[in-house]
RNA sequence: GCCCGGGUGGCGGAAUUGGUAGACGCGCAGGACUUAAAAUCCUGUUUCAGCAAUGAAGUGUGGGUUCGAUUCCCGCCCCGGGCACCA
């Protein structure tokens, strides 16, 4: 018998299987029940493949694997994100235009892909950066742009005075600019937001997803959807005028104890609220609160900081007069960029007041007798000094305080999400152009659909420019253009857009890949869609998860798709650390995957990957047990192509229809690691007791999926024709999968004394005087009354004793 | 800081509608084969005490519920992910 050579044996199958064609999905005409099988697409960032991306894709293809085997017709595509900041950084290094750096990248990351030995159909790949997709991405745009879901807003970028440049969160590092080492402040620019947060509610609904408990609630989080009240307080500005201030409050109850009000620095009636006298304080502060993040701003423990503005405002409900302060731990994106202070009724405000000496003024009482002098009470509780309101509960006060209000137009109910609108304009090159024109005469105007792709030019100079726009803004040609409504002389857009505008909507397009008058056909999104499956990381729980349902949802909305949910089932793969951190070129600690594949070949990579631990776990990568999967693979082989048994022992023959159901429900449930190990137990079993031909073949159909070159090589020693991956799945007997006898243990309170061994269906009477009869039982069971009889059938015997 | 996870032998991990903790693998120790080594095979391997039978302790930590807790509840410590321009 041959030795198994891995090399030889995967590089052998590979070729067979592309050429043959083995795993071209005929999308229309097969009769099988279709399986969308995906794993979030990567960027070729011009990095080899490391360990993560195999951690990711091995599994997720071993699980499509299982699918093919279990007779479904299984779709499982790979394409590129290329567009963003990874290949324009690679660019930038190696001087490579991205247009072409992509293409290479990407055809250097498919030959290695290849060699993972997935069942990617190839023909249906699709790579974002390119014309034929993105065009796509631009009608996308124009779709909600009609429905009036996307619209232009000032809102604040990283900015590098020193550069004088837009800065990307990744290139702001602790408050500098990652060239220069200057400090990074904010700058407002007019940008393209998407209408996200009109969608908060549906997205709240996640009936029918099989998703992790996990990603639902920190998306219900991310979305923060509380129920309070709007209140109006009017103020004086500073020319005498009369201005509203709007605040959120979902604690109205505590009205009567508001002593100030605070606005958040960006708050646009700052300007006029701020006195001649405060004006250069406040403008200081608002330069300060430019270089702070927003994770610092609401950060609970740093020291809070703040500024008169030098104005008051009156409380409605008492008509008493409020100074209106100006503090960062106010943000203007949650609910109206202002709130009423309750020093005695909540933490930020109480340490703001303590340290401004601002009044406070008890009213909630709660069963203690709370003081001031105690810091905030948060709870609900009696309301007291708050006029014909005092005795009330804060629940009903929280009502009978905005019904009161509101008949003086003073106050609204309100519901509030803390979920923003998404900001998608991008001051940079590699991205998909923004498809709108600005006219002189007509103003903002969308390209028209049979315009489209806007095509991104081929500009050599594409660093980001010094005031703030995108480099498009310097190429003549492609900013200098017909409007598409008077055909008179206009501007076009210089923006990108954000790369997630790109992934929202991509698994409609695999199944279209080649169509070119239309993004996606009805008939085929019928046949293929929602997604079954979805693998990719939790770092995407909120950001592109939220983007793609919200995308899908529009396109739901518009008539486009009849699913409102793009993916059926969901799971997330762990991640693969290096020491315990990220892998990542800056820290330089990526582990590449190519000498281990070299080495014991990609079978037993992706199988060590596997047997590491949970498959949702992640881990910290080591190659210490790689040799024991290696070893593992060379027993396999023995044993299959070693004598076979005539027959099966009746061990051997339970332990297969045992493993036959453990392989299928550890895949189901992606615990590989566990499929894996039973593989070993039962191969394990085998060499000792020896097993017939017959059942080796069901070996091979089990390993198939997570081992597919030993298995198709196996299996073609067997004399089969075709490949394994269309042998069906084995079925096992569900008697043979149950033991009879078992092992129980005997406690004595709750101490194991013994086990003894017994028949499953054992009655109590019977079972006791077995468990009384063991020697070291019984010992424990002398001179002491026993006050408690435990049995519980095939778990466990027990005494209570006195 | 906020939100979401996690913490089990020397190491990766297994076992949860509460029922014999440590499957499987690595490593290590001893043995077989070999002139020798590698490879392979066999035996042992949570810690402490004991020749053993067995006993005690033990799933980050301190409490609680229970005949019985890795599993459920409360407090604390540590590690990881996300926090809206990396994707």
Known sequence: MAQYNASEVESKWQKKWEESGLHSVDLKNSKKEKFYNLVMFPYPSGDKLHVGHWYNYAPADSYGRYMRMKGYNVLEPLGFDSFGLPAENYAIKTGVHPHQSITQNVNQMITQLKRIGTIYDWDKTIVTSTPEYYKWTQWLFLQLYKKGLAFKKFAPVNWCPSCKTVLANEQVQDGTCDRCKSEVTKRDLAQWMFKLSAYAEKLLDFEGLDWPEKTITMQKNWIGKSTGSEITFKAEGIEGSEENIIVYTTRIDTLFGCTYMVLAPEHPLVPIFTTTEQKKNVKQYIEKAKKITDIERSSEVREKTGVFTGSYAINPVNGEKVPIWIADYVLVYYGTGAVMAVPTHDERDYAFAKKYDLPLRIVIADKKQHGEKDGAYCEDGVLINSGTFDGMSSEDARLKITEFLAEKKAATFRTN??????????????????????????????????????????????????????????????????????????????????????????????????????????????????????????????????????????????????????????????????????????????????????????????????????????????????????????????????????????????????????????????????????????????????????????????????????????????????????????????????????????????????????????????????????????????????????????????????
């Not at 200098?480 to 929202?504: H, I, L, Q, W, Y």
């Not at 080495?599 to 037993?604: A, L, W």
């Open 417 to 802: 999400y803390r979920l923003r609108d998404w900001l998608l304009s991008r001051q940079r090159y590699w991205g998909a152009p923004i498809p709108i024109v600005n006219c002189k005469k007509c103003g903002e105007v969308p390209v028209l659909e049979k315009d489209l792709p806007v095509e991104l030019p081929n500009i050599s100079d594409f660093t980001p420019l010094d005031d703030g726009k995108s480099p498009l803004s310097k190429c003549e040609e492609f900013k200098n253009c017909k409007c598409p409504k008077c055909g008179g002389p206009a501007e076009r857009e210089t923006d990108t857009m954000d790369t997630f505008v790109c992934s929202s909507w991509y698994y409609l397009r695999y199944p279209n890949n080649k169509l070119a008058d239309k993004p996606f056909d009805k008939a085929m999104m019928k046949k293929w869609l929602p997604v079954d499956m979805y693998i990719g990381g939790p770092e995407h729980a909120c950001m592109h998860l939220i983007y793609a349902r919200f995308i899908n949802m529009v396109m739901h909305d518009l008539g486009f798709v009849d699913f409102k949910e793009p993916f059926k089932k969901l799971v997330h793969q762990g991640m693969i650390t290096k020491d315990g951190a990220k892998m990542s070129k800056s820290k330089g600690n990526v582990v590449s995957p190519d000498e281990f594949v070299e080495k014991y070949g990609s079978d037993v990579f992706r199988m060590y990957l596997m047997f590491m631990g949970p498959f949702q776990d992640g881990g910290d990568w080591n190659d210490k047990g790689i040799t024991g999967i290696s070893r593992f693979v060379e027993r396999f082989w023995n044993l299959v192509n070693g004598k076979s048994a005539e027959k099966d022992s009746e061990a051997v023959k339970k332990a297969l229809h045992k493993l036959i159901k453990k392989v299928g429900e550890d895949i189901e449930t992606l615990h590989f690691n566990t499929a894996v190990a039973a593989m070993m137990e039962f191969v394990n079993l085998a060499m000792k007791e020896g097993v017939c031909e017959e059942s080796k073949k069901i070996l091979v159909k089990l390993i198939a999926p997570m081992a597919p070159h030993l298995a198709e090589e196996c299996f073609e020693g067997f004399g089969e024709k075709g490949s394994v991956i269309d042998a069906p799945w084995p079925k096992y007997d569900e008697k043979m999968t149950v033991d009879n006898v078992v092992r129980l243990g005997v406690q004595v309170n709750g101490k194991v004394r013994g086990d003894i061994e017994i028949e499953k269906t054992t009655d109590q009477k019977t079972a006791i005087e077995m468990a009384k009869a063991n020697p070291n039982v019984a010992k424990y069971l002398e001179n002491v009354t026993v006050v408690k009889e435990i049995y519980v059938p095939g778990k466990i015997i027990g005494f209570v004793v006195k």
